[in-house]
């Protein structure tokens, strides 16, 4: 009897999607209906004037690593999230993976902080004037850190450097400079009037004794965070 009913529902959904001119493939299991559609919103009307459906879950599929799963959840929180609103994420790992239901809670609930509320901070410009060298994603993120605390950064890089581009969404007045070879940054200091020098240093390779002196201060926002919290960071920088 309880195929016979799930039988007919599935013969019921697929006859009001034809009479709408929807396309969509059906599926099914001892729980569950599944119904593959194009067009999510139509798809979703449709079920809702279906008699025998109790529930409708849109769900999409995607492959079981972090990048992929980051672009599903944003990309689904971008029309299910108002602004404003609270939200959660319940996660549960089937199979084997390099990582926990509560590492993907943490890592995807962070990716859709990240984008939708505002990047907080202090208005860009309002602090002065800082001097960035970007040769690395540490280096991308440390300058947006500094255009989050208000400073106008000018970035230093190599000519065509294709991490500077997502700065530019950040900033469209952002001036870029090319990073002289032996990495001197005293006459770009000079150049862009800066009151600070912000680096992408990371712990591993902090060398104390290879500094060259600056007349302004020098700072490293990168250098206490881990590889997985610049990972976050470059994302989010990088997808905006």
């Known amino acids: 009897m309880r195929r016979q009913l799930r039988d007919r529902l599935v013969a019921n959904i697929q006859d009001l ?27 979703h009307s449709i079920l809702t004037r279906v008699f025998g459906v109790v529930s409708i879950s849109p769900a999409a599929e995607t492959h079981a690593d972090l990048p992929s799963l980051r672009h ?3 990309s689904e929180a971008k029309w299910s999230l108002a602004a404003g609103k609270t ?22 609930g962070d ?6 509320p505002g990047p907080g901070g202090l208005p860009l410009g309002s602090q002065g004037r800082g001097l960035a060298v970007v040769k690395s994603r540490d280096g991308m993120v440390a300058a947006w850190m500094g255009m989050k605390r208000g400073c106008r950064i000018a970035v230093a890089t190599a000519p065509g ?6 700065l530019r969404r950040w900033d469209v007045r952002l001036k870029v400079l090319d990073l002289p070879p032996d990495g001197r940054l005293a006459e770009l200091v000079k150049i862009t009037r800066a009151d600070a020098v ?6 591993a390779s902090f060398d104390p004794t290879g500094r060259v ?4 201060p020098l700072f490293e926002p990168v250098i206490g ?11 989010h920088i990088e997808s905006a």
């Not at 549960?92 to 590492?103: A, K, L």
């Open 72 to 74: 599903v959840v944003l």
């Open 213 to 216: 002196g600056l007349e302004v």
């Open 17 to 43: 999607f034809a009479a709408e001119g929807v396309e969509c493939i059906t599926d099914s299991d001892e729980a569950r209906v599944y119904v593959y559609a194009d067009d999510v919103a139509r798809a």
């Open 225 to 235: 965070l881990s590889d997985e919290e610049v990972g976050r960071l470059a994302a």
């Open 111 to 116: 990716v859709v902080r990240l984008a939708h």
């Open 161 to 166: 450097e294709p991490l500077v581009e997502p």
């Open 87 to 108: 939200f959660a994420l319940r996660t549960r790992r089937v199979g084997t993976h390099p990582f926990t239901s509560q590492d993907l809670a943490r890592e995807l």
């Open 198 to 203: 912000f680096l992408g240093t990371r712990w």
